[in-house]
């Protein structure tokens, strides 16, 4: 009866999580989604592009534009723009796949003159067009036939290649493959005056592999530029390092930026950036060490609008290093990317292979825009800026410095793929804070909003839209709602709706959005117009008379195998933290905690939340006491069934390898008998000088036959892992956690048997030995002198080149 209980208890817990998963969903009332069908099949979508006039949304898809009526999703308009069969079978003769070989619309920019530039792959010889707005319709020529022109170098060849694009007063600057091999890569002016449209020099000290993110157009205010700074183009990337002299290739996060007034040198770097400077992106979690290395989106926003200056580039990582899902979000201004490209250059000096600072730096200063100042001295032009000058900006595009930030969120179990940032202004006495809301589009078609205050940062929603299938690809904010996309559908929601927040506690981390709780009415509402509340008087007016710091024991009677969540509600923006046995299995949703029972999870799990205010103490928001039902009986049952069945089939495998091993050793001394006297001892003493010795010192790698062994079971920590997979707080997501959960792969050992078993005599828990190192020592060297094996050549160890 007590393991029924702690079942039913288990399952209204995970139950009513779902339900209220599904809640959340269901309840944003004026929520619109398009999928494949509405689109009459139409998928692929990548790009969009919206008119802020007319509220017209324009997809970029498989073979076909679409346009959409952000007010009214139903209203919709489609264009196709598809291969011809000739030209698609020629790109399948060329080994292309039939899926590669179609359209898939990577760029749509606005012209300014009532048309939209649109590139697609074109079955891998990209092709332009124009859009006419107005008709919706492609232009044509005066015979009827689509104009169109050459795609190469402002879209990419192949549709899965990374690749980003930036209209600068008509004018499109492009980062892409260059080659229909993918290849060559380029940094591009890609339209404009022919002689003018210049590009990255092909080397690898320009560009090394890079995977380019995003890009930014950053125009100068006309009122107040004193020195007459150029606009600049900036470009976020990651490529392989080639400042670090490692075996290993090192991916690092770049930003390069060039200036719109270049136009190449005369001699030196003609058709090339004259201004190209490049450097290092560093989002580091400085209390563990923890750097991540993989930009994946970059979102620009200015903090005060109209001011350029205040421009601040928040980006997503993730780790190169790192098998867990693991994603962190940084934030970088423009004024620090601009002290760093004002700063000293990054030089690699032959002799010695160490990178140091070059001196002197030639003048005027390589790599910078034209200005006020130049322009006095006679450069009014990039082709006017002297060879020297050139010659090194060639040779040092990289700076010495790096841009430093530090994570504003690290989420474990999640991959973030795409970002959104608004930014409300908040008043806290006299003084007044900016609060930003991330909105952050998951791999498994969620949204998560993440309110940042100062140094915290508070998960405020968690909504799943699309299928685990459907990745977010893009996300556009617009006149309070948010569009939401994946490759296969479209969706509409609000930004803000209070009404999701149905209690005080949950209601108060959501006043960065403008919510508020309603005492009288008992909901949470739009905040008025006007009116400010504290976030101190917010929390004392959920915790008033409530005693939330002081909850009762919950006690749980679980049974081993089973997953809980536990609960906690957390009211001021400030971190929540677990308290729980040290080797229990764990994973953070919110600020719930999804706990596996095993054996060493049973304890008491306290949820402590810091309150606004730095002298008051964690607040114990929630206390759980988790006990095992039944532990000698029911627990076993319920999970290591599994193991105890593999556990006989590993004894019966060892078992008949001896037994086979033995076996064998009889028919050879069998076989051995019978050849005794057909053969001389001189005749096999000769036969055996022609085999490698078996006296030759071999490395631990290639001991024994046994080496060459299947692996049997995974060993950490001295002990063998029978049961689960070792599982840290939040790092791994739903898939790892319940996928097997015996934990006993033959496939994904880490040791094989002759590591288990190697011939030494083992030492057991009770100080007994096991005896079998003996034997199997005996089985080896017996093995070692059958004929069929003694000529089998050991493979050479290889020294390694770092």
């Known amino acids: 009866m007590k393991s029924v209980t702690g079942l039913f208890v288990v399952s209204v817990l995970l139950c009513s999580t779902i339900l209220s998963w ?39 898809a498989r ?29 399948v003769a060329k080994g292309k796949t039939e899926d590669d070989c179609r359209n898939y619309i990577r760029l749509l920019e606005f012209l300014g003159d009532g048309h939209i530039y649109a590139c697609g792959t074109f079955a891998f010889d990209p092709q332009c067009t124009f859009i006419n707005i107005s008709s919706f319709s492609l232009e044509k020529h005066e015979d009827g036939s689509m104009k169109m022109e050459t795609g190469k170098g402002k879209c990419p ?24 091999l993918g290849t060559m890569y380029d940094i591009s002016r890609a339209t404009g005056i022919e002689q003018e449209r210049i590009r990255t020099e092909q080397s690898i000290n320009w560009l090394s592999d890079p995977e380019f993110v995003s890009s930014a157009f950053i ?45 190449g040198g005369m001699k030196t770097l003609q058709r090339r950036w004259t201004t190209f400077l490049k450097a290092q992106l560093v989002c580091e979690d400085r209390a563990s060490g923890q750097r991540f290395n993989v930009l994946t989106d970059v979102f620009t926003v200015q903090h005060q609008p ?28 423009l004024e620090e990317i601009t002290k760093v490209m004002n700063g000293p250059f990054k030089e690699l000096k032959k002799t010695c292979e160490n990178w140091i600072n070059p001196e002197p730096i030639p003048t005027p200063r390589p790599g910078q825009c034209l200005n006020s100042a130049l322009k006095e ?43 959104a940032v608004t930014l409300t202004m908040a008043s806290s006495g006299l003084k007044q804070h900016m609060t930003t809301v991330l909105h952050l589009g998951t791999d498994h078609g969620e949204l998560h909003k993440v309110a940042v205050v100062g140094p915290n940062a508070t998960l405020i929603e968690e909504v799943p839209l699309f299928s ?49 709780w309603r005492h009288k009415e008992g909901a949470c509402a739009i905040m008025k117009p006007g009116k400010e509340v504290e976030a101190e008087d917010l929390a004392g007016q959920c915790t008033k008379g409530e005693g939330l710091c002081s909850p009762p024991v919950i006690e749980m009677r679980v049974e081993k195998g089973l997953r809980v969540l536990l609960s906690c509600v957390q009211v001021s923006p400030r971190p929540c933290r677990w308290d729980h046995p040290p080797h229990s299995h764990t994973r953070r949703h919110n600020y719930d905690l999804e706990v596996q029972v095993t054996s060493e999870s049973v304890g008491t799990y306290v949820c402590l939340c810091d309150e606004v205010g730095r002298d008051q103490p964690p607040c114990r928001r929630a206390e759980y006491l988790l006990t095992l039902d039944n532990p000698s009986m029911g627990g076993n049952v319920a999970i290591a069934g599994g193991q105890h069945f593999l556990a006989w089939h590993i004894i019966f495998f060892i078992v008949g390898f001896v037994l086979g091993g033995i076996l064998l050793f009889i028919i050879y001394k069998w076989q051995g008998g019978m050849r005794g006297g057909r053969h001389s001892s001189s005749t096999l003493e000769k036969e055996r000088d022609l085999l490698p010795s078996t006296d030759t010192p071999q490395s631990p790698s290639s001991a024994s036959l046994l080496s060459e062994a299947v692996p049997l079971t995974e060993k950490r ?24 959960s015996s934990g006993l792969k033959l496939q994904e050992s880490a040791l094989n048997l002759a590591e288990e078993l190697d011939g030494r005599e083992r030492v057991g828990p009770d100080g007994e030995e096991d005896g079998l190192g003996d034997g199997l020592s005996e089985m080896e060297e017996e093995f070692s002198k059958m004929p069929c094996l003694r000529g089998a050549p050991l493979a050479q160890c290889e020294e390694s080149s770092i």
């Open 22 to 60: 599904s809640a959340t969903v269901s309840s944003y009332g004026d929520i619109s989604r398009l999928g494949s069908p509405d689109f009459s099949g139409i998928k692929n979508f990548s790009i969009f592009l919206l008119d802020h006039v007319s509220g017209m949304l324009y997809l970029g």
């Open 63 to 91: 073979d076909a534009v679409i346009a959409v009526d952000t007010a009214n999703l139903s209203k919709r308009k489609m264009i196709e723009w598809s291969v011809p069969e000739e030209k698609r079978k020629s790109c």
């Open 157 to 180: 060849f192949e549709p899965s290649q990374h690749y980003t694009a930036v209209m600068a007063g008509g004018i499109l600057y492009t980062a892409a493959t260059s080659n229909f």
């Open 219 to 263: 125009q100068e205010d006309e009122k107040n530029n004193p020195t007459g700074e150029d606009d600049k183009m900036y470009f976020f990337f990651t490529e392989v390092a080639k400042e670090y002299d490692l075996y290993t290739k090192i991916k690092v996060p770049r930003v390069a930026r060039v200036c719109k007034s270049d136009v």
């Open 306 to 333: 109209g001011d350029p200056s205040s421009t601040h580039f928040y980006g997503i990582f993730t780790s190169q290093w790192e098998r867990e899902e693991l994603s962190a979000v940084c934030v970088y201004s």
């Open 377 to 419: 001295q006679g450069f009014e032009s990039s082709l006017k800026l002297p060879d020297k000058v050139l010659t090194f900006v060639r040779d040092h595009p990289l700076m010495e410095n790096s841009v430093v930030a530090a994570p504003l969120m690290i989420r474990n179990g999640i991959t973030y793929t795409k970002l």
């Open 468 to 516: 685990a299938q459907e990745p977010v690809n893009n996300i556009l904010l617009y006149k309070d709602e948010a569009l939401v996309g994946t490759p296969l559908s479209l969706m509409k929601l609000p930004i803000v709706d209070c009404s999701l927040y149905s209690t005080c506690e949950v209601c108060a981390p959501a006043r960065c959005l403008g919510c508020v």
């Open 717 to 740: 920590n001295g002990k063998l892992n029978g049961h689960g997979h070792n599982m840290h707080p939040g790092g791994h997501n739903g898939r790892h956690i319940y996928a097997n």
